[in-house]
Nanobody, 116 residues
């Protein structure tokens, strides 16, 4: 069983930055695809950024150029650097990982609130 723990959320003003972190209990990040999702109140959970094990990345159009996903496989950690945050970025952000033969796992989520 893999456990994911997110941290780094909080309250930030529009235009500000936050760095989210996700730590796994095992070395699943090195073999899996890692995703950051977010879910705003009353809305569906949507994919924000993805990092594949071979090194490629994907970003939703709404965050392209402002968010960066990175991984440190040696530390079983994935980060999401979020710059130029907007009020519509207010949501619970979830870390997710999927690896063949291991399945998929979710973290508990971390709240990000963008407000002045």
């Amino acid at each position: 069983q893999v456990q994911l723990v997110e941290s780094g959320g909080g309250l930030v003003q529009p235009g500000g930055s936050l760095r989210l972190s996700c730590v796994a209990s095992g070395r699943i990040f090195s073999i899996g695809t890692v995703n950051w999702y977010r879910q705003a109140p009353g809305k569906q959970r949507t994919l924000v950024a993805q990092s594949r094990s071979e090194g490629s990345t994907f970003y939703a159009d709404s965050v392209k150029g402002r968010f960066t996903i990175s991984r440190d496989n040696a530390k079983n950690t994935v980060h999401l650097q979020m710059n130029s945050l907007r009020p519509e970025g207010t949501a619970v952000y979830y870390c997710n990982v999927y690896a063949p033969d291991y399945g998929g796992y979710w973290g508990q989520g971390t709240q990000v609130t963008v407000s002045s």
